[in-house]
């Protein structure tokens, strides 16, 4: 089956400073990425939506100039937190889809978040 | 009101018993619905598409109501291994993107 890596899987940093997680689909090529965001007990909920070579697409409330999104390459997907607070712990997942009408996606293992 | 509404939960079953979840959605326009599994900390794991006839894996039956908007899983036959959360996931195939909505999850724990 579709094989979703994330990298790192956890990850400590101090407020203010910036983190980067990469997002990479295995054995297919990802035309869409999508990045999500769960905070304990509660779904997840959809940050934004990348197609490769063009600029997310970020969903209501989301700063996209904190949140940067980059999808260089069908296979690869890269979410920065810059200047990360407290308040942006949280458990990072991506998914991706391939070519074509389907609508599945394919989940990577999450990364979690915890500012300092 | 959420796009995506499900019960909470906990649903604490003894092994051997059937449980059945709901799920509601605002957008009538969905396209496509969908039922994930999520254990503690770690990733959603698709566990079946649900068609409008309805769709059965083993234990595991889908069911979408489009009139009334609801989609249902049904579990027969509970094993310890069924605990988990239970999300459901809606695309309103907006803009040509699949993205997905989801649920806040159902929680099952079942017992021996």
């Known amino acids: 089956g579709a094989v979703v890596s994330q990298h790192p899987s956890w990850v400590i940093c101090k407020s203010g400073t910036s983190v980067k997680i990469e997002c990479r689909s295995l054995?297919?090529?990802?035309?869409?990425m999508f990045w999500y965001r769960q905070f304990p007990k509660q779904s997840l909920m959809l940050m934004a939506t990348?197609?490769?070579?063009?600029?997310?697409?970020?969903e209501q409330g989301v700063e996209k100039d904190k949140f940067l999104i980059n999808h260089a390459s069908l296979t690869l997907s890269t979410l920065t937190v810059t200047s990360a607070h407290p308040e942006d712990s949280s458990f990072y997942i991506c998914?991706?889809?391939?070519?074509?009408?389907?609508?599945?996606?394919?989940f990577g293992p999450g990364t979690r978040l915890t500012v300092t | 009101r959420k796009e995506v509404e499900q019960d909470p939960g906990p649903f604490n079953v003894p092994e051997g018993a059937t449980v059945a979840f709901n799920c509601t959605y605002s957008n009538s326009a969905s396209q496509s619905f969908f039922w994930y599994r999520q254990d503690c900390r770690k990733e959603p794991k698709l566990l079946m598409s649900?068609?409008?006839s309805g769709n059965e894996d083993g234990r595991f039956t889908a069911q979408l109501n489009r009139a009334s908007q609801y989609i249902s899983l049904l579990i027969r036959d509970s094993k310890l291994s069924d605990s988990a959360t239970y999300l459901c996931a809606v695309s309103p195939f907006s803009g040509g993107y699949n993205k997905l909505i989801f649920g806040a999850g159902t929680r099952l724990a079942v017992h021996p």
């Open positions: 990348s197609n490769e070579g063009s600029k997310a697409t970020y």
């Open positions: 054995d297919f090529q990802a035309t869409t």
């Open positions: 998914s991706a889809s391939g070519a074509g009408s389907s609508y599945e996606q394919y």
């Open positions: 649900v068609y409008s």
